[in-house]
């Protein structure tokens, strides 16, 4: 879904030239083949907002605000595929990690990036709280 992002979530989203075409040796291309390095993305993961207008206050933890972490990687081709996560903020409703990822990517033009917010719970499995994908090719 997050390549529809471009388009408002519709329609025809076309496909990068060089998935189009073959080389001049007359091969499609390959997304496990070795490449190098054509851009790094910089990522910096600042803070959340209005997850209290989304969930209730006991929706994460009965007796104590959410313990919030944030988990940012790509979404491509598998040299460029990886997630990174950031430090678990206790007890915030508004939580602020400040915190810098970079992602080398090989094939951008493919990528997505994602973010996920979950909170930590230490007797359960990790509670899940909301995210999104967005082509690299939308981002400023």
């Not at 990522?43 to 009965?62: A, L, N, R």
Request: hydrophobic share 35%; glycine share 8%.
């Amino acid at each position: 879904h997050g390549m529809f992002r471009a388009n408002g979530g519709c329609g025809y989203v076309k496909k990068p030239d060089f998935l189009l075409t073959t080389d001049q040796n007359n091969e499609v291309f390959d997304p496990r083949a070795k490449l190098p390095v054509k851009t790094t993305l910089k990522v910096t993961v600042f803070m959340g907002e209005g997850w209290y207008y989304d969930f209730k206050h006991t929706h994460f933890d009965q007796y104590s605000p959410p313990d919030f972490y944030a988990r940012v990687g790509i979404a491509g081709v598998p040299s460029d595929s990886i997630m990174r996560k950031t430090k678990a903020i206790e007890d915030n409703w508004l939580p602020t990690w400040n915190e810098t990822f970079e992602f080398p990517l090989t094939v951008p033009e493919l990528a997505l990036l994602r973010i996920e917010v979950h909170e930590y719970d230490m007797s359960e499995k990790d509670d899940f709280g909301g995210q999104t994908c967005l082509p690299l090719s939308e981002l400023r």
